[in-house]
């Protein structure tokens, strides 16, 4: 079991920016995963939207978010940030941070098959 825990989220207003993180107690290495960002909103499947590789050289995003939003990590800190931009009414969704053991350094999938998950963090863009 990996405890991933979200946090970040709020409301916020149309055009405006967020920054989430995805962190692990001290005794979980968050550098052996791989971890991906994903989201939900009301009605509509869970969408991949981010992933970053465990040394933090490789990123990928989906088609929906690419030059909003920027993932990225800090093994020191057991962390991984997902700073979003340019928010809209289509990013509203529960947010959620997944991980993969993987046997890969510097590559990362989005359609992975993740193994642990965070409970999320309710992310509103609203005017």
């Known amino acids: 079991q990996l405890p991933l825990v979200e946090s970040g989220g709020g409301l916020v207003q149309p055009g405006g920016s967020l920054r989430l993180s995805c962190a692990v107690a001290?005794?979980?290495?968050?550098?052996?995963?791989?971890i991906g960002w994903f989201r939900q909103a009301p009605g509509k499947e869970r969408e991949g939207i981010s992933c970053i590789s465990r040394d933090g050289k490789s990123t990928n995003y989906g088609d929906s978010v690419k030059g909003r939003f920027t993932v990225s990590r800090d093994n020191a800190k057991n962390t991984v940030y997902l700073q979003m931009t340019s928010l809209n009414t289509e990013d509203t969704a529960v947010y959620y941070c997944?991980?993969?053991?993987?046997?890969?350094?510097?590559?990362?999938?989005?359609?992975?098959?993740?193994?642990?998950w965070g409970q999320g963090t309710q992310v509103t863009v609203s005017s």
């Open positions: 001290s005794g979980f290495a968050l550098d052996r995963y791989s």
């Open positions: 997944a991980a993969d053991l993987s046997w890969s350094f510097s590559l990362c999938r989005i359609d992975d098959s993740w193994d642990y």
